[in-house]
């Protein structure tokens, strides 16, 4: 495993974190504790650091499952990251509470179900501009800063090409930007990844595999039952990328590598890029991807490059 500094935080992460979207139960299965535990077992064995998590991937689902194996585990071994602003009611139905009251008290759930004292990086997710710019809610996440429950506060952005927020991070006090970034979706070379370059801010580049769609493992046709996201996505769109993996396949990814391995190192190839997220279903995958890590593409040369 590689690892590299996270901007301008204290924290050394690994390349390729463990996303856990998928433990709330909205990508086509229910996961029990057993196979949590074995996931980020893997993980821990393959040197993987951080978990990227929200209160809204079930009802704290996701959170829960996380805390009842730190509980079990070393807490200092492992950077979590979680996030704010919506409230889980059933598959894909939120709604939004952004007041600093309710956030004080999603932070308060999110430290139980988590069972620990303090959150690594606590991220506003998925804000508008008129829910981002709000004083009131950054002094308050400032306080709990001080008070040791938040080490380092982020925003994991809506959208990928608007790069208002990311310009304001250092004037709100966050240090961590999350964006959806892969080999299908470029758009913050543009304008988000240069003012992270500016402002030495972290980035976590999240859905690196396009939702599994570059993971070379689905074909143009393919269809997703009702309880996986993927089945909610619009289908000539979805069409349109698996044809667009195949020519990627074909031209790009060297023939002895397997390709969602190859979408990973992609990504981190960008001097912007600290770490990548994927999700995964099984210990088998954790370790495809941190397989990644390994590969060329992926340079001790990066900007952020830690020896630790």
């Known amino acids: 495993m590689k690892y590299r500094r996270l901007g301008s935080t204290n924290l050394n992460v690994s390349v390729v974190g463990v996303g856990t979207w998928q433990f709330g139960g909205e990508w086509g299965k229910n996961f029990k504790q057993k196979e949590v535990d074995d996931i980020l077992n893997q993980a821990q064995a393959e040197g993987i650091n951080l978990i ?10 996701s959170e829960q499952f996380i805390g009842n194996y730190l509980n079990r585990h070393q807490r200092e071994d492992w950077i979590v990251a979680t996030k704010f602003g919506h409230q889980f009611h059933d598959n894909f139905d939120r709604t939004r509470h952004w007041s600093a009251a309710e956030v004080l008290k999603q932070l308060d759930a999110s430290l139980k179900s988590l069972q620990t004292d303090y959150i690594d990086i606590y991220q506003a997710h998925s804000c508008t501009d008129e829910e981002f710019n709000n ?3 950054w002094t308050m996440l400032d306080k709990q800063k001080q008070a040791g429950k938040i080490r380092h506060l982020g925003i994991s952005l809506a959208g990928n090409a608007d790069s208002s927020q990311t ?4 004037e709100v006090g966050a240090e961590v930007i999350q964006v959806v970034y892969n080999r299908l979706d470029r758009a913050p070379e543009e304008k988000i990844y240069p003012s992270t370059i500016e402002q030495d801010l972290g980035v976590l580049a999240r859905v690196p595999l396009a939702s599994g769609y570059l993971s070379g493992k689905y074909k143009p046709g393919s269809t997703f039952n009702s ?4 089945s909610r996505h619009d289908k000539e769109k979805t069409d349109r990328s698996l044809r667009l993996v195949e020519e990627i396949k074909r031209h790009e990814v060297p023939n002895n590598v397997d390709m969602a391995s190859w979408a990973l190192a992609w990504c981190l190839k960008h ?6 997220i994927p999700g995964c279903k ?6 495809a991807n941190a397989s990644a890590a390994q590969l060329d593409m992926v340079s001790a040369n990066h900007p952020q490059h830690s020896s630790n």
């Open 52 to 61: 990227d998590t929200a209160e809204c991937y079930g009802d704290h689902l």
């Open 135 to 137: 004083d009131e809610l």
């Open 167 to 170: 310009e304001k991070a250092s």
């Open 227 to 230: 309880s996986d996201v993927r």
């Open 271 to 276: 001097d912007a890029v600290t770490t990548v």
């Open 282 to 287: 099984t210990a088998k995958q954790v370790s």
